[in-house]
């Protein structure tokens, strides 16, 4: 069974700082991998989707990167605004045929004004 | 554009009660998704679709069923609501299951008293 772990639980920086958050899964099977945002009470927001064939994708001041072989990705924050503060969700699609995707329990970052 | 719209926000039940909860996208996507998020658990899916009149069980389907009756909704039923089932459901839909990112709804956040 797929395990996604996420490192650490929680951050807490000053703004301005770069950060890397960590997601690792047990399984390399993968189709693709997704980073989200989760907002206090709200839904989940799509940051980046990098492919199993893919080492990195790239969005404004944010950068995933994905070693498959290894179990490994990461998504960097570069120059963290208060605006940032949220949790991030990794999660995986599995492939073998089951649709959804599996999620890691987040890392909630405060970015401190 | 609306996106994923899920109906109820918020609501309330008794042990043995039974309700129906709507999720509705207007992106003529093809896949759509119920998950559940609890504190410490992360988000698990409970069934899925692959279509207008499919349905799958994913991780967590017991004490659930779901309904495809048309492309743009996914109903999610309980039929004998249990406390176990306090939780926020979320609906999320996609175009690809493999090439393109999940897009949720706000959640519904569901108590069983």
């Known amino acids: 069974k797929q395990e996604v772990t996420q490192i650490p639980a929680a951050l807490s920086v000053p703004e301005g700082e770069n950060l890397v958050l960590n997601c690792s899964f047990t399984d390399s099977a993968i189709y693709n991998l997704q980073w989200f945002r989760q907002d206090p009470g709200k839904g989940l927001t799509s940051l980046l989707l990098i492919q199993s064939s893919q080492r990195e994708q790239t969005s404004g001041r944010l950068n995933a990167s994905l070693d498959k072989s290894s179990g490994r990705s990461t998504l960097y924050i570069a120059a963290s605004q208060p605006g940032d503060s949220a949790t991030y969700l990794c999660?995986?699609?599995?492939?073998?045929?089951?649709?959804?995707?599996?999620f890691g329990k987040g890392t909630h970052l405060i970015i401190q004004p | 554009n609306a996106g994923v719209t899920q109906t109820p926000k918020f609501r309330v039940l008794k042990t043995g009660q039974s309700m129906t909860l709507l999720c509705a996208q207007d992106m003529n996507h093809e896949y759509m998704y119920w998950y559940r998020q609890d504190p410490g658990m992360g988000l698990r899916l409970i069934h899925y679709?692959?279509?207008?009149?499919?349905?799958a069980k994913g991780e967590v389907p017991d004490g659930y069923n779901v309904s495809r009756l048309k492309k743009q909704n996914f109903l999610l039923g309980l039929e004998s609501a249990a406390p176990s089932q306090t939780s926020v459901y979320f609906c999320?839909?996609?175009?690809?299951?493999?090439?393109?990112?999940?897009?949720f709804g706000d959640g519904t956040r569901l108590s069983i008293l």
């Open positions: 999320a839909s996609s175009y690809s299951a493999v090439y393109q990112p999940q897009h």
């Open positions: 679709s692959v279509g207008e009149g499919t349905t």
């Open positions: 999660a995986v699609r599995q492939g073998g045929g089951a649709d959804g995707l599996t």
